[in-house]
C-alpha cells in the first residue's frame, strides 16, 4: 500500500472500483463497516482494490461477489468517476474511483461476504437496503445520491 498513517507523508491514490447495486425495487446496497484504528463507522457500496493487470471492471465484478457473494455478472460496464478523499485504518486516500452500476432481479437479496478478507472481517458490521433518499448518515461518498442518479 502506497499511503501513510495520518500525520505524514502523501496520501494514498490506490486504485480501486465500486457498485452501486441496485435491487429491483431502487435500492442500492451499502456495507457496515467501523474503522477499528478511528472508531467511525462508514456505509459504502462494495468494492475495493484493483489488483494489477487487472480492469477496473472486472475488479469491481470480483469484489462485488466476494465482500456480497452476489453475482459479478450483474455489474454492467457503465460507470461514473467519483472524487474521494476519506481516511481508512490510519491512511488517508485521495483518488477518483469508478463506481459501475449493478442491476439486480430480486428485492433485497441477502448478501454473503464469505471472501472477505482478515482485515475486512475484522471491520465488517453487517449491510443494508437503502432508498436513495434514505441513506445512513454515515454514508461515503457523501453524494452518494447524485452518483445513483448520474448511473440510473
Known sequence: MTGTPDGGGAPS???AARVVCLDRDGRVLLMH???W???HDVWEPPGGGID???SPLAAARRE???ETGLP???????????????????VRYVKKEP???ALLDDSAPAVDPGELTDEEAAAYLGYGWFAPDELPDAVDP????????ELT
Open 33 to 35: 463497516w467501523r474503522d
Open 52 to 54: 494489477s493487470g487487472e
Open 99 to 101: 463506481f459501475y452500476l
Open 72 to 90: 459479478g455478472s450483474a455489474v454492467r460496464d457503465r460507470h461514473v468517476l467519483v472524487a474521494r478523499d476519506f481516511r481508512w485504518l490510519g
Open 64 to 66: 462485488l461477489t466476494e
Open 142 to 149: 457523501p453524494g452518494l445520491a447524485e452518483v445513483i442518479k
Open 13 to 15: 491514490d490506490r486504485p
Open 37 to 39: 484504528v478511528s472508531g
